[in-house]
DNA sequence: ACAAATCTTGACAAATCTGTATAGATTATG
DNA sequence: CATAATCTATACAGATTTGTCAAGATTTGT
């Protein structure tokens, strides 16, 4: 399981224009500058986000791309869904009917399961989290993740660096 | 973010063997067919899954896999570590030193904070699931699930079917 | 009208992931 | 020993993802 690519680049590309303060926008060349991405990537990237509704562009000598809302209400789940899909996709195992009946195929079902349940926690944590967040530095969006995860003081802090 | 086709096939191929009961093995066209993946395929799963000690594979007329450990004590976890590595590398971000200590570049490590963060809640789920808990049927397993994540009742078994 | 800077689009090459093919090594059984 | 069934290992082709290229369209300012 990983983040792709196109999650991270896209992501780190939207950061980029949140961090202009008031609308600012910013060119595909000075993406491109501030990220160490080349510049045609960088389009590919936002035209993806554009369609997406999370910027917009305008062209000309002027030209350039802005966030479509301020940072505090774009979601970084939403933003990961549009640039790498879903861990969990409905159609996974089809072989069911109804919420919550069960499928005959108990094996596929509780990989189902445990697919889904993995996507629910994942998505405990990106649905709260905004571009507005990810500006913080890394000590306080450290914290601010420590909350997010109902724990609270030092000694739970050291489980985010625990490994499996 | 996606589970590989490595982690889904292996995990089943696993699981396969999880089934049979009192540790009875099982030879690749078994686990080929019962999973309908052709036996080549399964074969290079069941070679990396050996290699990482899950299973213990003899040669020979009666040979076949088994599981090196009973159902209960094998942690999914690990076992999708093993087939499709982790979601937070340790060296995704290395211009740091110190456990604690914040990183120069604040978006690199935004970004590095928020990886850890879905790393971390994946885990929580990954490392209290073992192959014995992927035996019960979804109902069971959905309810199961549940527990795990500190949800109670109906109203909260809802959230594992909300959509993003 | 023209030029310069910008975004837009589809096609393309390179890298990685998926799944298959093939030849070989090991072991039980007669 | 011979055979048949098994696992082992490497190499290979196809599919997907990643990243680049080139031609075009839009807008500003002169």
Redesign the pocket.
Known sequence: M?F??????GLRCLLCLAREREGG???????SQAEG????????L??IL??GGFVK?????????TLSRPPDQIVVGEVLALL??RLFEPEFCDDHAGDLEVCTNSTDCSLRSLWRAVQFVVDQVLRKTTLQDLLRNEQKMTFWVSGLLNLSGEPNLKQLFKPL
Request: charged share 25%; aromatic share 8%.
């Open positions: 990983k792709s690519s196109q999650e991270e680049y926008g910013l060119a595909i060349p000075a993406i991405i080349s510049t045609t990537y960088v389009a590919k936002m035209r554009r369609r562009s305008a062209r000309g000598k002027i030209g350039g791309y790498g899909g």
